[in-house]
């Protein structure tokens, strides 16, 4: 699995990343799943990212270009 875009979010990226997998193809893959029990580890992960892009100053950036796409967003969704 691939290292996070963060280095210390890298464990609970791991931890998703491992639990994702094993959902996806035990369960989703098999008719199995009717939730994704590893929403809660995404939730930790993303989090994290988010303060640490924040404390990088990248959180501006991304919002300017989320809202530079939005009209073309709604177009295609």
């Known amino acids: 699995m691939s290292a996070s875009l963060a280095p210390e979010c890298n ?4 931890r998703y990343d491992s639990c994702f997998l094993k959902w996806y193809s035990e ?3 098999r008719g199995n799943a ?5 929403s ?5 992960y993303k989090q994290c990212l988010g303060k ?7 959180d501006a950036m991304l919002d ?9 967003d709604a177009q295609h969704l």
Do not use: Y
């Not at 640490?52 to 990248?58: E, P, S």
């Open 40 to 44: 809660p580890l995404f939730e930790q």
């Open 64 to 72: 300017e270009a989320r809202e530079d796409n939005r009209e073309n």
């Open 11 to 14: 464990d609970v990226k791991e």
């Open 27 to 29: 369960k989703f893959l």
């Open 52 to 58: 640490a892009l924040k404390a990088r100053g990248i």
């Open 34 to 38: 009717t939730t994704d029990e590893c």
